[in-house]
T-cell receptor, first 112, second 115 residues
Framework: SQTIHQWPATLVQPVGSPLSLECTVE??????LYWYRQAAGRGLQLLFY??????ISSEVPQNLSASRPQDRQFILSSKKLLLSDSGFYLC???????????FGSGTRLTVV | GENVEQHPSTLSVQEGDSAVIKCTYS??????FPWYKQELGKGPQLIID?????GEKKDQRIAVTLNKTAKHFSLHITETQPEDSAVYFC??????????????FGSGTRLSIRP
């Protein structure tokens, strides 16, 4: 069966520090991968998606970037965090044409 | 592009009563409508979904209805229980995003079950 792993679960980082969040999927090949952000009490904002290694599409301009160095690995990064980057970050995967996403457990990022 | 609106944003019902959450979508080409439940501090979990060739689907206490003409779909929870308290998201998938079909989410409904 397929599983998705996301870490760390919580992170507190100072303003201006770098960020690296990792997501991996097991039990499937060539998944579509997604990064979402959820601000406190708000909905799900799609940040990036990827249909294959090295293929990244950005939904909104921002202080973050994404990379997919391996088929089942998706990384969210920032060179310098801003206070506004705080939120709950969710990784998700789907098959080619998604009949539903499977979400990871999320990373709660607090920038101080 | 697709836009999904969800109402209400908060809903409080007495335990044992029914809860209804409604969504509308804008793209008539959308053909798949999942519903997610998100408990505090966790990722959303798919609880039920419906495809555009079906008008209603049930799974125990949960049901979803779809009106393609009006571009409305709804989640119905009967005999609510305390564990139903969570944030619920509706979503729609349009096939027009052919290179990477994406699912667009509503803004969420915070459901609280009063004992």
């Amino acid at each position: 069966s397929q599983t998705i792993h996301q870490w760390p679960a919580t992170l507190v980082q100072p303003v201006g520090s770098p960020l690296s969040l990792e997501c991996t999927v097991e039990g499937t090949s060539n998944p579509n991968l997604y990064w979402y952000r959820q601000a406190a009490g708000r909905g799900l904002q799609l940040l990036f998606y990827s249909v294959g290694i090295g293929q990244i599409s950005s939904e909104v301009p921002q202080n973050l970037s994404a990379s997919r160095p391996q088929d089942r690995q998706f990384i969210l990064s920032s060179k310098k965090l801003l206070l506004s980057d705080s939120g709950f970050y969710l990784c998700a995967w789907s098959e080619g044409v998604p009949y539903g996403y499977t979400f990871g457990s999320g990373t709660r990022l607090t920038v101080v | 592009g697709e836009n999904v609106e969800q109402h209400p944003s908060t809903l409080s019902v007495q335990e044992g009563d029914s809860a209804v959450i409604k969504c509308t979508y804008s793209d008539s080409a959308s053909n798949y409508f999942p519903w997610y439940k998100q408990e505090l501090g966790k990722g959303p979990q798919l609880i039920i979904d419906i495809r555009s060739n079906v008008g209603e689907k049930k799974d125990q206490r949960i049901a979803v209805t779809l009106n393609k003409t009006a571009k409305h779909f709804s989640l119905h929870i009967t005999e609510t229980q305390p564990e139903d308290s969570a944030v619920y998201f509706c979503a729609a998938r349009t096939p027009r995003y052919s290179s990477a079909s994406k699912i667009i989410f509503g803004s969420g409904t915070r459901l609280s079950i009063r004992p």
